[in-house]
């Protein structure tokens, strides 16, 4: 029987984009180098699970430079499906944990020997994503100082205005009273409570309709960072189910 699914499907594709060259999946299926010796099977899954993990991080950096720069432009409509697509991508992140629990004790320390003082504590994604949402920390630099090309993101990203700092010189333009010392504070420190700025919100809450940009933004951000604490929870049970109370790799516990 002629399968007509066929007809028409491009099958010369010489010296042609493929879907393996646009996707550079020669190098991306090559970059799993199993460290032990003789090779544990689920060494795959651990580094897999990581970086799939790190691919996640970077459209999310993406998506979200893509809004800083939105809500400087006071563009704040479309930043909204900006950040709903960063929550999406979040329950990605958080749904995925549930693989690695598959990973029993015994078979992670078959290999966990391997991985030396590597650990996700030292992701410079994951720490640039903190970051851009505001919950910067300056020590955390001197972790990547082997690593210039890292630690110039990180940089970058602890010395420029995070989204929640976006969003407030946004309210600012638009006419509300946002107080001077958190405009003109310096944005590589962690905000300090506002009792101005809960009367701000206070006055957006009471009538969402007749603020909704602001209203909506607000509500956007908490979903980011609720859907982000989510995941940092996840990966603390996890963590808690595959290696116990033991100090992780890097030292962390």
């Not at 994604?125 to 090309?149: P, T």
């Not at 989510?230 to 992780?248: A, L, P």
Request: net charge negative; charged share 25%; hydrophobic share 40%.
């Amino acid at each position: 029987m002629h399968d007509r699914t066929l007809d028409g499907l491009e099958s010369d594709l010489a010296n042609r984009q493929t879907y393996t060259g646009y996707l550079c999946l020669e190098r991306i299926l090559s970059a799993q180098h199993p460290l032990s010796s003789p090779p544990h099977h689920d060494e795959m899954l651990f580094i897999i699970q990581h970086q799939t993990t790190e691919l996640w991080f970077r459209l999310i950096i993406h998506e979200l430079k893509e809004a800083l720069r939105l809500i400087r432009n006071d563009e704040l409509e479309s930043t909204f499906k900006i950040l709903a697509r960063v929550k999406h991508i979040q329950a990605q992140l958080v749904s995925q944990w549930a693989v690695l629990e598959t990973l029993t004790p015994s078979e992670y320390m078959q290999f966990r020997h391997v991985l030396g003082p590597a650990s996700g504590f030292q992701s410079v994604q994951y720490r640039v994503v903190e970051f851009l949402l505001g919950n910067k920390d300056e020590r955390m630099l001197r972790f990547h100082a082997h690593d210039a090309e890292g630690l110039a993101a990180l940089t970058e990203a602890l010395e420029h205005p995070s989204l929640y700092d976006e969003f407030l010189h946004h309210l600012a333009r638009a006419g509300m009273p946002i107080p001077a010392s958190v405009l003109e504070r310096d944005v590589r420190t962690p905000h300090e409570p506002n009792d101005d700025l809960v009367e701000v919100f206070s006055h957006v809450y009471a009538d969402p309709s007749s603020h909704w940009n602001a209203y909506e933004m607000a509500e956007k951000l908490i979903d980011v960072d609720e859907t982000f604490s989510i995941w940092r929870f996840r990966h603390m049970k996890v963590v808690e189910r595959v290696i116990g109370y033991k100090r992780g790799t890097g030292g962390s516990k």
